[in-house]
């Protein structure tokens, strides 16, 4: 099982990234997806999540309305587009898979983008 | 926003040591609660869910406990691999939330 971001890097205040996740060896449309960011020495920070079908989403405070998570499941990937960027979204950006079952966990994660804003 | 908080903030220990780290939510999650482990340039993975599950894969060193509102992750006897940091969080209710972390150090 795969989960690959990439699309992260260096962008000014104000600018946009889209990051993307390239899904593997697991049957993308049947999971839901999640966006979660790290500072390094903090605490995860979860961003959003996306439906199995792509018809419904959560989003936290900070980012809504600057950000959207969407989905293609005919390329198993998922994206977060990211607006109106600012220095405090620089973080290592991860995609991860919530598990089957009402759990309310991940169970699995990739190994992060960074995405670094500054001018 | 539920906070969830994370005690203590490092801990010192020895292979073969039992540790037990705490994790608080400001509000009752029932047991919507999962713990992960994270190292450096890894992906996290899933340890524990549902507060006392055992992801598949895991070894059974790795045990958790709670309910409500106070929940704990206990390794019965730390490995060299064990030595990374662990974080606690919620999925009851959106936003999730995440703990700070505990850094587990030799």
């Known amino acids: 099982l795969q989960l690959v971001e990439s699309g992260g890097g260096l962008v000014r205040p104000g600018g946009s990234l889209r990051l993307s996740c390239a899904a593997s060896?697991?049957?993308?449309?049947?999971?839901?997806m999640h966006w979660v960011r790290q500072v390094p020495g903090q605490g995860p920070l979860w961003l959003s999540r996306?439906?199995?079908?792509?018809?419904?989403?959560n989003s936290a405070d900070i980012v809504r309305g600057r950000f959207t998570i969407s989905r293609d499941n005919a390329k198993s990937t998922l994206y977060l587009q990211m607006n109106s960027l600012r220095v405090e979204d620089s973080a290592v950006y991860f995609c991860a898979r919530e598990s089957l079952g009402l759990f309310g966990a991940i169970d699995y994660w990739g190994l992060g983008t960074l995405v670094i804003v500054s001018s | 926003d539920i906070q969830m908080t994370q005690s203590p903030s490092s801990v010192s220990a020895s292979v073969g040591d039992r540790v037990t780290i705490t994790c608080r939510a400001s509000?009752?999650?029932?047991?919507?609660l999962a713990w992960y482990q994270h190292k450096p340039g890894k992906a996290p993975k899933l340890l524990i869910y549902a507060a006392s599950r055992l992801q598949s894969g895991i070894p059974s060193r790795f045990s958790g406990s709670g309910s409500g509102t106070h929940f704990t992750l206990t390794i019965s006897s730390l490995q060299p691999e064990d030595f990374a940091t662990y974080f606690c969080q919620q999925g009851q209710f959106f936003p999730w939330t995440f703990g700070q972390g505990t850094k587990m150090e030799i």
């Open positions: 060896q697991f049957t993308f449309n049947a999971y839901n």
């Open positions: 996306i439906d199995a079908d792509g018809f419904d989403t």
């Open positions: 509000q009752p999650i029932n047991t919507w």
